[in-house]
């Protein structure tokens, strides 16, 4: 049944946002600078949404409670454009962006400078550095639009006509298509002799849902390396809220409205057509001209939004949607610096922490299989190393996580015992390489599956991405099968989160191009 009409009150809203995650608040200041009234309703009772920080580990200690370093938020053409460094943004980095190092001491390291990139490479195979320079000049051609095309609605129209023109002519453009396709592993084989620069490409995996063996995964990788290079992988001064903090005062002083611990019910809808929400109090809020909406796509479709008001098919798609992988995170305050074998770990502000391509293999399948890895591979942040605010002179704020599949075959519930032993492998994995770390844990804070869905409900079983990374739910096909853009089948409603193309990351594009088809929709509508 159709909503009846709320009258428009003087004070309603353009646009309601729902949601105050990276991509609800750049939404709303999109819409704010194009003199569009906004209001953002969100349900927790602390903003950022996958973007906060706290001191609850230790007081002592500033933890990055979900995400922590941002290369896409420095590269996306929709983040860069707000200026948030005027807003009080201040971004710091680590003396190396990434480390990988093996058991038997050696280390890959990712430095923004790519001569230093390269040595390290060399010392797993002499000529590997120049293979990894070759890799880097075909970013130096190709990585600008390539950025602005897979953040773009699709099809990246304009974009996408600057990096055909920048492919090598004639069957290097092919060549460098069919390289995008390939497997991690396959990446590496083909291009490296060592497995230095392999475990750089396949380690990137770690951070989406991402194989060494399904296609795609190479491009991931040398995504996040290439980033790397030419960004680094870059904090906020002060923890991650701090991001938050500068998008929220720009959204004020520019006029738009926040409001937390507001969760709204449902999205109110007549003619085919959105009206506004009413919230889990029973408020009733009218959208002037939209409402854009920064939750997961199974939480929007049947959920705010009922079925009886959207397309059969959609019903019919919706049951195929795939999550990305759980997620099991640990965070640490520490005495002392993590004391790594390879001292090359120790500059870095990520390390990756896998023994071998072979390792982060098993450890996928047994994702892949519903298994608790008996062997976790992990992302480890050394928070301190990137900022110094972060804890006391002498100490280290560091946490690590690894991916778990949705459902684990035997286990019903994470009970504390099963969260602590799953704890204790995730440590048994850094002290392999880094013995005598235990010893220096002060506190610690142990975050499962649904721990941290908890603290954000739009990370449904600890899924970080709002949907697998992978192919068949990517582009067109994200979050099911349809023209890639933030439209909905409801007019004046918008999917603004990390469901819709392009995906996960703290990058904003989902959230521009929701306030961007928003607005053209608003200039169509003119008399």
């Known amino acids: 049944m159709n909503a009846p009409d709320a009258p428009v009150t003087p004070d309603a809203p353009d646009a309601v946002v729902v949601g105050a995650g990276p991509n609800g608040l750049v939404a709303a200041n999109v819409l704010a600078d194009a003199g569009w009234s906004v209001l953002v309703l969100e349900a927790e009772e602390t903003p950022g949404g996958g973007v906060r920080s706290d001191r609850a580990v230790h007081p002592d200690h500033v ?198 611990g507001t969760p709204v019910a449902r999205v109110t809808v007549r003619d085919r057509r959105c009206t506004g929400v009413v919230t889990a109090d029973g408020e009733r809020i009218t959208a002037r001209r939209a409402v854009l909406a920064d939750v997961t796509a199974p939480a929007l479709y049947g959920g705010l939004v009922g079925w009886e008001h959207l397309p059969a098919r959609l019903r019919a798609d919706m049951r195929r949607f795939e999550w990305d992988s759980a997620t099991f995170k640990v965070d640490w305050a520490l005495s002392g610096p993590i004391p790594w074998s390879s001292p090359g770990a120790a500059r870095a502000g990520t390390v990756h922490v896998a023994d071998s391509i072979d390792h982060l293999a098993r450890y996928t399948a047994d994702i892949a299989a519903g298994r608790l890895p008996e062997q976790p591979c992990l992302v480890l942040g050394q928070m301190t ?23 684990v075959h035997g286990l019903s519930e994470w009970t504390p015992a099963r969260r602590e032993e799953f704890a204790v492998r995730v440590e048994e994995a850094v002290e392999r390489l880094a013995p005598g770390f235990r010893d220096r844990i002060t506190a610690r804070r142990v975050l499962a599956p649904p721990d941290l869905q908890g603290l954000d409900r739009n990370l449904v079983g600890g899924a970080l991405n709002g949907g697998t990374a992978q192919i068949h739910q990517q582009l067109f096909l994200r979050p099911v099968p349809g023209n890639g853009r933030a439209t909905t089948p409801l007019r004046g409603l918008y999917l603004a989160s990390a469901s819709a193309h392009p995906g996960g990351g703290v990058h904003g594009a989902a959230g521009t191009n929701a306030a961007r088809a928003a607005l053209a929709a608003a200039r169509l509508r003119r008399p």
């Open 63 to 260: 933890h990055d409670t979900f995400s922590s370093f941002y290369p896409l938020a420095v590269a996306s053409p929709a983040l860069r454009a707000l200026r948030l460094e005027d807003w009080g943004l201040t971004w710091r980095h680590a003396p190396a962006v990434l480390a990988h190092p093996v058991p038997d001491g050696r280390c890959a390291v990712l430095d923004r400078d790519r001569g230093t990139t390269a040595a390290s490479l060399d010392t797993f195979a002499p000529g590997d550095g120049d293979a990894y320079l070759r890799l880097v000049a075909l970013w130096d051609r190709l990585g600008d639009d390539m950025i602005a095309a897979l953040l773009s609605p699709f099809p990246p129209l304009r974009a996408g006509a600057r990096l055909a023109a920048r492919l090598p002519f004639g069957g290097g453009g092919l060549r460098t298509l069919r390289m995008l396709t390939l497997p991690a592993r396959r990446l590496g084989r083909e291009h490296f002799r060592g497995s230095g620069g392999p475990l750089l490409l396949t380690g990137s995996g770690l951070h989406a849902d991402f194989s060494p063996e399904v296609p795609g995964s190479g491009a991931f990788g040398w995504l996040m390396v290439m980033l790397g290079q030419q960004y680094g992988w870059p904090v906020p001064e002060g923890g991650a809220g701090e991001l938050t903090a500068a998008l929220i005062r720009r959204l004020h002083a520019k006029g738009g409205r926040l409001r937390c």
């Open 385 to 407: 190393t990137s900022d110094a605010t972060r804890s006391p002179a002498g100490t280290e704020s560091a946490w690590a996580y690894t991916h778990l599949p949705q459902h």
